[in-house]
């Protein structure tokens, strides 16, 4: 890290109080123009609380840095704040003490605004490139995984749909089977039962003529 960004970094940390110093704390701001958080209605996300991070104001920090504007402008006076922090004063007369050194330096008190302004556009240009960032990320590891999910959906169904077709049929089919063995036990029955009427009769049949001929034998001399 350049000394300037550690510089930098210094103007907006709030130290701890191991560093043996009281520095002013810079209160978050809510930026009209801020995206909300977007959670995705095809899965359920909670969407955990942010806080800040040292890494990202690493990344900001260097984009400051390298817009970094020539000579005294707003960080050279939040800088100026941060050193009369110390004082016993209060915050009047601290923002008034610094003006009085970037007066000293030439600078006015709407070139101090143009320049607060001028960092403001340099992060909201970051804020937009981490959120295409963001969104490509989001695409490539959510938004390709819910087509699969719906793919996979459509394909469940597709495939529950056969499975109750398949179903249907099977069930149609033990229904013709069964159809089947009940015209096979009749046909059986009927079959079996001819086939012992036959018998009887051939065999009542046979007897009688048997017998005429026994008859025939004895009688007929």
Known sequence: ????????KGIFIVQTPADGQTAEATPAKTDANAKPAVTTTKTEVVTPTGKVSDKFYEILFGAMETNNQPGFD????????QTLAKMPMDEATRYSSAYAAAQAMGVSSQQLNDSAQFYLNVLKTEDSKF?????AQRQKQIGSKEKAIADLDATIKAKGEQIAKLTQEIAAHQEDMGKMKAEISEAVVKIETTLSDFHATYSDLIGQIGQDVENMKKYLK
């Open 1 to 8: 890290m350049s000394d300037f960004l550690s510089k930098l």
């Open 131 to 135: 959120q295409e960032s963001v969104n």
């Open 74 to 81: 707003y960080l050279e006076y939040k800088k100026s704040l």
